[in-house]
């Protein structure tokens, strides 16, 4: 039978840090201090330590994804299970929002009316609201094409940061480079690996170095 370690509740995210640090220092794997906090807390979102070789960073992606937060940047996604993983408590006091348009049925009337998907519309809802933005994609990577396409073409507003870490097979690899591309911040996880959860994971690492790691 196996046993089981007795931690503290509390513990618990301290405890899973530390087995994270020690299997990278085993894997001979050392991480650029800056970015260290996100790819962490990636790797214990997922159990996979892939992402600290696939997490790619534009120059100073971390730092300026901190500051946006800190000067009130709002969050929008691509997924409602990403929304729902933002700690938007502390989001909001910095003065924050979380934004999620995939589920309106105008967008759904929209996509259908024009042969798109519902993440091209949202993403076009998005850029219209005309507040500063951080993209976090973890699904749709036609999110993605949007936001290249959007940005090529000069009819949106740059975004802060873009999280670009969709998951699956078709045009996923592909968008992620687009957007490697662009002269905008980015978080992105090269190849197929991705996710809602990853892409929350990462807007809440920026968060809680924002906050100082206060979570409430």
Known sequence: MAELEYVKPAEIETRSFQIISRELEERGIALDPQNELVIKRVIHTTA??????????????????????????SVVTDTNMALAGVNKRVLAKFGG????????????AEAKERGCTRATVSMERAAALGVPLVYAIGNAPTALVALYDMLKAGTM??????????????????????????DVPYIVARGRKGGSNVAAAICNALLYLASNNERE
């Open 97 to 108: 929002q979380a934004y999620n348009f995939i589920a309106d049925p105008d967008v759904a």
């Open 48 to 73: 996979d330590f892939e992402y600290a070789e696939t997490l790619s960073f534009s120059p100073d992606a971390t730092r300026l994804g901190v500051e946006a937060f800190r000067s009130g940047c």
């Open 157 to 182: 507003e740059p975004p802060k940061l873009i999280v670009g870490v969709p998951v699956g097979f078709v045009n996923v690899v592909e968008s992620k480079e687009l957007i490697r591309e662009l």
